[in-house]
C-alpha cells in the first residue's frame, strides 16, 4: 500500500506503457483563440537545465507580497526556426485530413540551409509549384492551416546533433485566406520565440520523459516489497490474478518500459525571454550534460520532462484559468556552479 509521502507510482491512465515514436513530442491539436492578427502558435526549444532565480513576488494577495522569493526555473535554448511551408486541413467523416501543401523554393533553402538536406531528400521540391500549390489551397475547403517549419541545431553547441527536426506549428488569428498569405510572405524566413509568446503568458510544454529501459514492477509501478518470509522473491507481486479468468488482466502491474514517454505538461509560465547577446545565464563550468548556452534561451518556472539536451516544444495553453496572474519582478539570476563545488 503507497504511503503519504510515498504516493503510488504509474497512473493506469497512461497505456500503452511504450517508448516514444520519436524523441520530441507530437503536438496533436491547437487551441483556438480570438486573435486579430495571424500568429504562431508553438515553438521549439533544448533543455539546458534548472537553476533558481530571485523574484519581488508582485501578489498583493500573496503571503509573500513584496518580498524576494526563490523560484526553480528551468533553462531552454530556443534559436529561431525556419519556415518550410504550409499544409492545409480539410474535414472528413474519418476526422483531418491534409487537403494540400506548398513549400519553398527547393533551391535558396539548400543554400541557406544546407543542413537541412540531413533530413529531407535533395530537391525533393525541384519541380513543386509553389504558387500553384497556395492558389489550390484557396479553393478549397480547410477547416485548419499549419505551418511546416524546421529547427536550428547547427546554431547551438549543447546538442551534438545538426540534423533539423521538421515538425508542424499552429496558425491562429484571421481568416484561412490571412493564414495563407501570412505563410507564403515568411515562407524561408526565420523567426525567434519573442514572436510567438510574450513574458508572463502560459504555455504547455511538450515532451518526452527521461527513459529507464525495463524495469521491475516494485521501481515502474512503486509496487510494495514483499516479506522476507516470502517463498519466492521479494520484487514480485503476490499474484497475478485468479484462476478461473484464465488470462492476465491488463490492470494487473507487471514490468515492462519505465520512462521515455511523451508527456504534456500544461500552464507553464514563460518568466523571461532573452536574446543571444545576453549570455549570463550559463553558470560557471556550464550546465551538466550540456555545456554553454550561446542562444536565445527562456525561463520557464518550474520543471519540464526529460533530461538535458531533450528537445521540448510549446504551445498555446489549452487549458487557460481565469485566475488573474500576477507579474513577477527577476532580481537575481543564479549562475553558481552546477559541478557540485
Partial sequence: MAKRSHPRRGSMAFSPR???????????????????????????????????VMARDMNPHS????????????????????????RGYKQTPYGKQASGEAWTDSEKIEESFPQLTRRLQKNVNKQHDTDKHFEALLEADLCEVRLIAATQPHTITGTPSKTPEVMELGLTGGDFAAQLE????????EFSIGEVFEEGVFVDAVGVTKGYGWQGVIKRFGGKL???????????????????????????RQGGQTGYHQRTEYNKRILSIASAEDKSITPAGGFL???????????????????????????????????????????????????GV
Fill in 226 to 252: 514483499q516479506s522476507h518470509k516470502n517463498s519466492k522473491k521479494r520484487r514480485q507481486h503476490g499474484n497475478m490474478g485468479d484462476f478461473g479468468t484464465g488470462y492476465v488482466r491488463k490492470t494487473i
Fill in 63 to 86: 503571503t509573500s507580497a513584496g518580498q524576494e522569493v526563490r523560484v526553480p526555473v528551468t533553462v531552454v535554448e530556443v534559436p529561431k526556426m525556419r519556415i518550410l511551408g504550409v
Fill in 289 to 339: 550534460h550540456y555545456g554553454e548556452v550561446n542562444s536565445d534561451y527562456v525561463l520557464v518556472k518550474g520543471s519540464l520532462p526529460g533530461p538535458a539536451k531533450r528537445l521540448v516544444r510549446f504551445r498555446d495553453a489549452t487549458r487557460g484559468s481565469d485566475k488573474p496572474t500576477h507579474p513577477y519582478e527577476i532580481t537575481y539570476v543564479s549562475t553558481a556552479s552546477k559541478q
Fill in 182 to 189: 501570412y505563410a507564403k510572405e515568411n515562407l524561408g524566413a
Fill in 18 to 52: 511504450k517508448r516514444s515514436a520519436r524523441h520530441f513530442g507530437h503536438v496533436k491539436s491547437w487551441p483556438e483563440t480570438d486573435a486579430s492578427e495571424v500568429r504562431v502558435q508553438g515553438f521549439a526549444g533544448w533543455k539546458a537545465g534548472m537553476t533558481h
